[in-house]
């Protein structure tokens, strides 16, 4: 148990926190969430050491072991894997221990060693290393690569995989997904929701906290709010406190109409009956995250283009790839306006070349790929923050694209991406990765493109930030293609996805939820026939093969039986609720109190039946998996 109590905080002289207290449980999923600067960082220097409170008091436990994953990028002759390895600094230590001893020819210490290497599982540290490596994105031929080969955000999920080789009791994990494209997001995902430590998570990617987390510390005013659930649950309960507040209601309003809006939209346009009714299921929730985000700092729509074409953009049987070979091939299809695409498949698949395809930047192998007429691309990409003028302010980076535009104008939408003020004015360089990110942005949706290509838009960006970005693209009227590993925003703004897998670009039949079971199955399997072939085929190892496929088996056959229990309990709740609510006494006044009280519960019931549904189709999927492989 970790207790902060009564403590305060001042950096640059002013409070982070101020007579704030919260208990910390062993055990506990914590998403850490909060504005920028509301000290979430700091809170994880507390607990490390690495600063000391003001006042108050901090209680954490002698022997509690702390994970960090470090921010920096360690420069490192080791190879992937070995480096990997160092981030359990109990094996390395007997390894050491163990040379020594057989250099003494000390057989005792020896045997000894070797007892405690079996205990920690020493013997699997490397392939424990390489299955790390593997679902971050790493291939088998990346893992004897040195770590100086890799570019920034690679030696960033070096750090994350090292951190996890040996977590401890506490993990504190600062942004992990930054750098992580969908599929190792995912895979990220899962290892977390079955570690059974203490995690405390800063993220800015709701679905990712949905899954990963059942409390939210909210860092607000100085002071800490402990949450039982996860993000929605804690954007269902803080939009009902904002909504008692009367100067936001109709901001509040006004965001649950351009939500129906645009899912009205989405209704007429979409082309999968699956897709719509995955996007209408949103629209509850939507409502509640609206309210629960009226008082963010970020408003702004990308302006409309003033001329389009149709298409806007048509690839003609085409190749592309680098010295004669190609990485995709016979690419055919058109952009219309409307078209808003999400592309899927693992790293390094071709979907950066896709996007750069559709720049016009490769040369192209065969076929053709002609421009509509009034074509405007806006494009996306993390390397643009690094091409931003570090010594010009947004105001400037405006101007230069639009002499003509007032300074006034410039600064009126500035302020929708929140640089107000003397922010407007300040040179860049000092800037965060965050800002420096809505900047990028901003001057995307400037030039009012009416074809967006969007290549990881999220990264940096605040959960405030990313959803004043969601709804700007749902409003959006012209093409827009994105690949993310932020499944909130593909989910709101996406109307079709595309794989890209294999050389070839295809539509892919199925929503988000799909892929994500597909991804796990298929991690699944892939992990079953590594384990079996790293195995002698002899009797003895094929009765201890059937004894660990029954204990694998065994939860995830009681887990199916309590969820089944779970999700007709739910359904049967859910049905009085609805014939309750169906009754038209309950709408009068009188009944006000109850209505709200039965609604609230309604929605609840819903939300906790739609997350038991999950677990059993994919806790089915698993038990398929491992029974097959048997």
């Not at 506990?28 to 507390?46: C, D, P, R």
């Not at 409390?215 to 649950?233: D, P, T, V």
């Not at 996306?380 to 230069?400: G, K, T, V, W, Y």
């Not at 939860?555 to 709740?573: G, Y």
């Amino acid at each position: 148990m970790i207790i902060l109590d009564d403590i305060s905080l001042q950096r640059a002289g002013k409070f982070l926190f101020k007579d704030s207290s919260v208990t910390i449980n062993k055990g506990q999923h914590l998403g850490v969430t909060g504005a920028n600067g509301t000290g979430k960082t700091s809170l994880f220097k507390l607990l490390l050491g690495e600063l000391s409170i003001d006042t108050g008091e901090l209680h954490i436990p002698a022997r509690l072991t702390i994970s960090h994953m470090a921010q920096e990028l360690e420069a490192s002759d080791l190879s992937a894997v070995e480096f990997v390895i160092d981030g359990d600094a109990t094996l390395r230590q007997l390894e050491t221990q163990l040379k020594e001893a057989e250099i003494r020819h000390d057989d005792v210490m020896i045997g000894k060693l070797h007892e405690s290497l079996q205990d920690i599982d020493g013997y699997n540290a490397h392939y424990r290393a390489e299955q790390l490596l593997h679902g971050l994105g790493f291939s088998q031929s990346d893992c004897e690569r040195q770590v100086n080969e890799f570019s920034g955000g690679w030696r960033i999920r070096l750090n994350l995989a090292r951190v996890l080789m040996c977590p401890g009791d506490l993990l504190l994990l600062d942004e992990p997904t930054n750098h992580l494209d969908l599929d190792a997001t995912i895979w990220l995902e899962n290892w977390l929701k079955r570690f059974p430590g203490t995690l405390m998570l800063i993220s800015h990617d709701r679905d990712f906290l949905d899954a990963v987390v059942q409390h939210i510390l909210h860092l607000e005013h100085q002071s800490f709010k402990l949450y039982r659930g996860n993000y929605s649950a804690f954007e269902n309960q803080r939009a009902e406190s904002l909504a008692q507040q009367q100067a936001l209601y109709e901001k509040q309003q006004q965001r649950v109409r351009e939500i129906e809006r645009f899912v009205n939209r989405f209704r007429a346009k979409a082309t999968k009956a699956r897709q719509a009714q995955s996007r209408l299921k949103e629209l509850d929730r939507m409502q509640n995250i609206a309210a629960a985000h009226v008082d963010s700092p970020f408003s702004f729509t990308i302006p409309q283009a003033p001329k389009l074409s149709d298409p806007l953009l048509t690839l003609s049987q085409v190749s592309v790839g680098y010295d004669e070979s190609a990485i995709l091939s016979q690419l055919k299809f058109s952009l219309h306006p409307g078209s808003c695409i999400g592309l899927l498949g693992v790293n390094g698949a071709g979907k950066s070349t896709l996007i750069k395809t559709l720049l016009g930047e490769p040369i192209l192998l065969e076929g053709e790929r002609t421009e509509g007429e009034h074509l405007r691309i806006g494009y996306f990409a993390q390397h643009q923050l690094e091409a931003l003028d570090m010594e010009a302010s947004p105001l400037l980076h405006l101007q230069r694209l639009s002499p003509e535009a007032s300074e006034q104008e410039i600064r009126n939408y500035l302020g929708g991406f929140n640089f107000h003020g003397d922010k407007a004015l300040d040179a860049v360089r000092p800037f965060s990765g965050g800002e420096k990110a809505r900047l990028a942005l901003a001057i995307v949706a400037w030039q009012k493109p009416n074809l967006l290509l969007l290549d990881e838009p999220t990264n940096h960006l605040d959960l405030e930030m990313r959803h004043a970005l969601t709804m700007a693209l749902q409003e959006y009227q012209g093409a827009m293609l994105i690949v993310s590993h932020d499944r909130h925003l593909l989910r709101n703004c996406v109307s079709e996805f595309w794989l890209v897998a294999n050389g070839r670009v295809d539509i892919f039949d199925g929503n988000l939820e799909d892929y994500q079971k597909n991804f796990v199955h298929d991690k699944a399997r892939t992990e079953l026939e590594v384990k079996s072939d790293s195995k002698p085929n002899d009797a003895r190892a094929t009765r201890q093969k059937s004894a660990a496929l029954r204990a694998e088996l065994s939860p995830l056959k009681n887990r199916l039986k309590k969820l089944e229990k779970e999700i007709s309990e739910h359904q049967v709740l859910l049905k009085v609720l609805e014939e309750k609510l169906a009754d038209s006494k309950m709408y009068q006044e009188e009944f006000k109190e109850d209505l709200q009280r039965m609604l609230k519960e309604s929605g609840n019931v819903k939300q906790k039946l739609f997350k038991c549904e999950d677990e059993w189709l994919n806790c089915q999927e698993k038990i398929e998996v491992i029974e097959g492989s048997g």
